[in-house]
């Protein structure tokens, strides 16, 4: 693990306390226009089609996208903690890799590198 230094390190701090706040703000607005945009789409749409309500929710995850609340971490070295770093969430590699860490070692086998 790369050792920062303490400029760097507080500077990362300021950065990701700025993005929870814009986060927790992001979070309290979407939690009001989701149950506005669903109850729009119940009544206006007869329960049909709830457009409003999945845009609002696409809306989210693009702002998400964009704050990319943990991007200091991109710039540390591979850990034992990002096991799944290059494994996108849902994806085979992730799965297999779990499957890997949870199945039983025989004794005398070198570690896979």
């Known amino acids: 693990m790369t050792v920062e230094s303490r400029g760097a390190t507080f500077r990362d701090f300021a950065i990701f306390q700025l993005k929870l706040l814009v986060d927790g703000g992001k979070d309290a607005v979407v939690f009001g226009l989701s149950i506005v945009a669903v109850t729009l789409d119940y009544f206006a749409g007869r329960g049909r089609r709830p457009r409003l309500f999945y845009s609002v929710m696409r809306l989210s995850d693009r702002f998400d996208r964009w704050l990319n609340l943990h991007s200091s971490l991109d710039r540390l070295e591979?850990?034992?903690?990002?096991?799944?770093?290059?494994?996108?969430?849902?994806?085979?590699?992730?799965?297999?890799?779990?499957?890997?860490?949870?199945?039983?070692?025989?004794?005398?086998?070198?570690p896979k590198d």
């Open 78 to 110: 591979d850990t034992d903690e990002s096991l799944f770093k290059e494994a996108e969430a849902g994806s085979d590699k992730l799965l297999a890799e779990f499957e890997q860490l949870m199945k039983p070692k025989k004794p005398g086998t070198p």
